[in-house]
């Protein structure tokens, strides 16, 4: 098949117009998901708007995580208001940014309590 640049280009303009609307990181997850197939079509007509999208994804993704570590931020200086969390889930919430600091800190070293 050869390849079509404009096709490739109409599909990365439609999902990234969703993927900037992602509120959650499982919204943007079950996104990619769902259109599963359309971005791998994309990706046989251009590589390079594939990898442009995968960005998309990882930035949108990287914009929901500092929202949320933000807003904790925010709540611990205003003395807790806002949305509030159980113990259960700030371990979970301390557990992935301490994953996520690792993946982009290769050098980074957590200790295990």
């Known amino acids: 098949m050869k390849p079509?640049?404009?096709f490739a280009e109409g599909i990365y303009t439609i999902i990234t117009g969703f993927v900037d609307g992602a509120?959650?990181?499982?919204s943007l997850e079950s996104y990619y998901l769902a259109n599963k197939n359309a971005i791998a079509t994309m990706k046989r007509h251009s590589e390079e708007h594939?990898?442009?999208?995968i960005q998309s994804f990882k930035e949108a993704?990287?914009?929901i995580n500092t929202n949320r570590i933000r807003q904790g931020h925010t709540d611990q200086a205003t003395g807790g208001e806002g949305q509030r969390t159980t113990e259960e889930e700030d371990k979970r919430s301390r557990k992935e940014r301490a994953r996520q600091l690792a993946e982009s800190h290769p050098s980074a070293r957590f200790w295990k309590r």
């Open 4 to 6: 079509d640049l404009e």
């Open 23 to 26: 509120d959650s990181v499982q």
């Open 50 to 53: 594939y990898q442009k999208l």
């Open 61 to 63: 993704k990287d914009a």
